[in-house]
C-alpha cells in the first residue's frame, strides 16, 4: 500500500506572496493533520482534518489555513508568507479520528526568501 | 508551558550498547504515547506506542517502560546498531484530541 505523499516536496517563495501543498493520505485513512518542524520550534500540530471537517487547529496564525477534499486528499494554505515560516511541513494520516496511529509523509521544505 | 520535556538532547552510544531517551509529561491526562523515529529527509516513522494501563511494552530490540506515578516514560534500544542512527521524537496526546504533542527529539549516534 502505498505512503502518505506530499507534494511538492521543495518550494522556494518570497515574503508575501503565498503557497499551497497538497497532501495525499494513504488508501482509506480519512483522517489528515498537518505539523509544521523547525529547528527552533521543532514538531509543531497545525490542524487535523476528517470528513472535510476541521476537528482541531493548534496554536497558528490566521495566515495558515487548510482543508480537506471528499476523496480525504488535503492542501494547506500559507498566506503573506515570512521568513519564519520556512520549515518543513508533514502531513499524517490515520484511519479515523479515533485511531492513534498517524503516518506521516516525506514533507515539503518551504525556504522563504 | 512545553507540555513533553524530552532527554538528551544528543546521545552516542557503542555498537552493541544499550541507548536510553527519556520524556516527561505535565497532563495526566494524556493516555498514548508513541516514540517517532526519524531519518534525515524524511518524515517521522512510528517506533512504538504504549498507553498508562502497561508500564512496558517490547517490540524487538525497542522496549518503552512507562511510569505513571512519575509521569515519565523511556525509549530503550538493546543492541544500539550503526543503523539506528537517528532523530527520536517521543510524543504524547489525550482523549479525542488526536493532535501529537512532541518532544523536543534526542539525536542518536551509534559507533561502528
Known amino acids: 500500500k502505498a505512503g502518505v505523499t506530499q507534494t511538492p516536496r521543495y518550494l522556494i517563495k518570497t515574503r508575501g506572496q503565498q503557497v499551497t501543498l497538497s497532501c495525499s493520505p494513504i488508501?482509506?485513512?480519512?483522517?489528515v493533520s498537518w505539523y509544521q518542524q523547525t529547528p527552533g520550534q521543532g514538531l509543531q500540530f497545525l490542524f487535523e482534518y476528517f470528513s472535510e471537517t476541521q476537528r482541531n487547529k493548534g496554536n497558528f496564525p490566521g495566515r495558515f489555513s487548510g482543508r480537506q477534499f471528499s476523496n480525504s486528499r488535503s492542501e494547506m494554505n500559507v498566506s503573506t508568507l515570512e521568513l519564519g515560516d520556512s520549515a518543513l511541513y508533514l502531513c499524517?494520516?490515520?484511519?479515523?479520528?479515533?485511531?492513534?496511529?498517524?503516518?506521516f509523509g516525506p514533507g515539503t521544505r518551504l525556504t522563504v526568501l | 508551558q512545553q507540555q513533553v520535556k524530552q532527554s538528551p538532547q544528543s546521545l552516542i552510544v557503542q555498537k552493541g550498547g544499550i541507548s536510553i531517551i527519556n520524556c516527561a509529561y505535565e497532563?495526566?491526562?494524556?493516555?498514548?504515547f508513541p516514540w517517532y523515529q526519524q531519518f534525515p529527509g524524511k518524515g517521522p516513522a512510528l517506533l512504538i506506542a504504549i498507553r498508562p494501563d502497561v508500564s512496558e511494552k517490547k517490540e524487538g530490540r525497542f522496549t518503552i517502560s512507562f511510569n505513571k506515578s512519575a509521569k515519565q516514560f523511556s525509549l530503550h534500544i538493546m543492541d544500539s546498531q550503526p543503523g539506528d542512527s537517528a532523530t527520536y521524537f517521543c510524543?504524547?496526546?489525550?482523549?479525542?484530541?488526536?493532535?501529537?504533542?512532541f518532544g523536543s527529539g534526542t539525536q542518536l549516534t551509534v559507533l561502528p
Open positions: 497532563n495526566t491526562a494524556f493516555d498514548y
Open positions: 488508501s482509506g485513512h480519512r483522517s
Open positions: 499524517a494520516s490515520s484511519l479515523g479520528p479515533d485511531t492513534d496511529t498517524q503516518y
Open positions: 510524543a504524547v496526546t489525550r482523549g479525542s484530541a488526536r493532535q501529537l504533542t
